[in-house]
Nanobody, 126 residues
Framework: VQLQASGGGLVQAGDSLRLSCAASGRTFSRYVMGWFRQVPGKEREFVATISWSGGSTHYANSVKGRFTTSRDNAKNTVYLQMNSLKPEDTAVYYC????????????????????WGQGTQVTVSS
């Protein structure tokens, strides 16, 4: 599976952005998808995840209520809608994928994911 993240950019606090992650491969609909972010000097941290059925999602406390992840299995794409952005959301955002046979499973740990995209920079100015 190859992942291509896009949609990052420079915005002001309070603005919105939507990240996309396009995946190759015929079995995308059986992959759990995750979003993570990383700033220089810090470990990569969990942001959001969605089961392959789309019926189960989970968010980091820091983004809950502001970010929403969704997926379109027909388009092999997962999205991260980010609203009410804050300067502390500034980071490189990565999408990740891993196979699971269970449609309601999701993962929050980086080491649960086998495939990673290249990252897209999100910068929020105050």
């Amino acid at each position: 599976v190859q992942l291509q993240a896009s949609g990052g950019g420079l915005v002001q606090a309070g603005d919105s952005l939507r990240l996309s992650c396009a995946a190759s491969g015929r079995t995308f609909s059986r992959y759990v998808m995750g979003w993570f972010r990383q700033v220089p000097g810090k470990e990569r941290e969990f942001v959001a995840t969605i089961s392959w059925s789309g019926g189960s999602t989970h968010y980091a406390n820091s983004v809950k209520g502001r970010f929403t992840t969704s997926r379109d299995n027909a388009k092999n794409t997962v999205y991260l809608q980010m609203n009410s952005l804050k300067p502390e959301d500034t980071a490189v955002y990565y999408c990740a994928a891993t196979y699971t046979p269970n449609g309601s499973t999701y993962y929050t740990a980086t080491n649960s994911y086998l495939y990673w995209g290249q990252g897209t920079q999100v910068t929020v100015s105050s």
